[in-house]
């Protein structure tokens, strides 16, 4: 018998459990093992140990974070050559922010971004806990803080800030703490008398649970010390007496300038909140008015008027509206050719009209041809809610103001 006649009478079941077959087996698989492990040399491979900035992405931008982590540890794992040419930029820890409201606190996993060709081992802290407060903007007047060593006989002019409101920003309950905004110039500051930047500073009434910033944080200033008296402006009073006729009430009060300049000792300045006018007698008028009336001196000894007897005032004056109710008045039928055929109810409405006091006064509702009707023309079936309507004969005098009942039902009489 031939080989090859051997190896078809040989069952492929005996062939692949012979002990050579197996040995072959085991020969390969020791060597595909050994490449592999080879392949995996560690020794090739380094890790990098760094702090990350840690970003919160999708937070609302009416909302902040109080107490928030700036920063966590990453631990990666890479090949030499590509740990050589990492840019650690290209490495972003981040929280998912999104669809998170204020007023509640969180805690959320921390995600890691790092190139494909690397391994991230660890991140320290995994989780971050984020406190979701609203945020607000409050405008607040700059105000400006004098020195205690300003020499004597000197005070402060020519006081200029801008802008003149700037804006805290911060959580709504740490926002309502700041009780105002002041700029503290010194008094070699003042005596230079030139513009500068000065930083803004704020008081409060209680610490801050976050943090609260000032937009913007600083501020051109100016102003200077002068010689003499301390100088303070105030605005000006206007005193008026009599009586308008009843028609008439003064409406608004304008004065050119609307504050004056006095001077004297601070301490007396400081008890002096506004200047008067002389008494304006306004009987008489039923028209605006200009004049110019004199100042009154301030009622505290050593402060006076600066550069300023008298003002310009203007009166503006406008017209008193009342108004009267007429009951009882009847309600006619109108675009109709036999109103006498028709009722309606109620028979009667109230009717209130709008005009001077002196004129609802003697309103006479027989002599003015006050007159409440319904529009018949468009009636189709009975019976009929329709509109009631009033006029009055009176010019431009009177104004209706209200109808009441506004509908009545109108029924034809069945004879």
């Known amino acids: 018998m031939t080989l090859s006649n051997k190896l078809k009478n040989l069952d492929m079941n005996e062939i692949l459990t012979s002990p050579q077959a197996l040995w072959i087996v085991s020969i390969l698989s020791a060597i595909f093992m050994w490449v592999y492990v080879t392949g995996l040399d560690e020794s090739s491979y380094v890790t990098r140990k760094f702090s990350c900035p840690l970003e919160y992405r ?20 890479g090949p030499e050559e590509a740990m050589m040419m990492l840019n650690y930029d290209m490495v972003r820890a981040f929280a998912d922010a999104r669809n998170l409201v204020p007023g509640k606190r969180y805690t959320v996993d921390i995600n890691v971004e790092i190139p494909s ?7 320290f802290p995994s989780q971050a806990v984020l406190d979701i407060v609203r945020q607000v903007t409050r ?11 300003i020499p004597e006989g000197q005070y402060l002019e020519g006081v200029e800030i801008i802008p003149k409101e700037v804006g805290i920003k911060g959580a709504e ?12 110039p010194s008094v070699e500051e003042l005596q230079a008398g030139r513009e500068m930047l000065m930083p803004v500073k704020f008081s409060q009434s209680e610490p801050f649970e976050g943090s609260v910033t000032i937009e913007p944080a600083q501020v051109r200033f100016r102003g200077n010390l002068a010689r003499g008296l301390p100088r303070k402006r105030v605005p000006v009073i206007v005193r008026l007496a009599g009586k308008l006729d009843d028609d008439y009430e003064v409406h608004s ?19 002096i909140e506004a200047v008067n006018t002389e008494i304006i007698n306004i009987s008489m ?17 050593g402060v006076s008027l600066v550069n300023t007897s008298s003002v310009k005032v203007r009166l503006q004056l406008s017209e008193v509206r009342a108004e009267k109710m007429i009951a009882n008045i009847p309600v006619e039928f109108r675009q109709t050719d036999t109103p006498n055929n028709w009722l309606c109810s109620p028979p009667n409405v109230a009717v209130t ?10 309103f006479d509702a027989g002599n003015m041809r006050l007159k409440a009707f319904v529009d018949m023309s468009n009636i189709f079936m009975t019976p009929a809610t329709l509109p009631v309507r009033a006029e009055i004969n009176s010019g431009d005098i009177y104004r209706i103001v209200k109808i009441e009942p506004q509908n009545v039902v109108v029924n034809k009489i069945q004879k």
């Open 285 to 301: 008028m039923n028209s605006d008015g200009t004049m110019i009336v004199p100042l009154r001196q301030p009622d505290i000894d």
């Open 139 to 149: 405008l607040m007047t700059v105000e400006t803080v004098l020195p205690e060593n």
């Open 173 to 184: 309950d740490d926002v309502a703490k700041v009780g105002s905004v002041r700029v503290t």
């Open 58 to 77: 999708g937070l609302d931008s009416q909302s902040m974070l109080r107490s928030r982590l700036s920063e966590v540890d990453i631990e990666i794992k």
């Open 253 to 271: 009060t304008v004065t050119e300038p609307s504050d004056v300049q006095i001077e004297g000792k601070a301490e007396d300045l400081a008890k």
């Open 117 to 123: 060709n690397l391994t991230l081992i660890s991140c």
């Open 353 to 362: 009209i709008e005009s001077r006091p002196s004129a609802i006064e003697k």
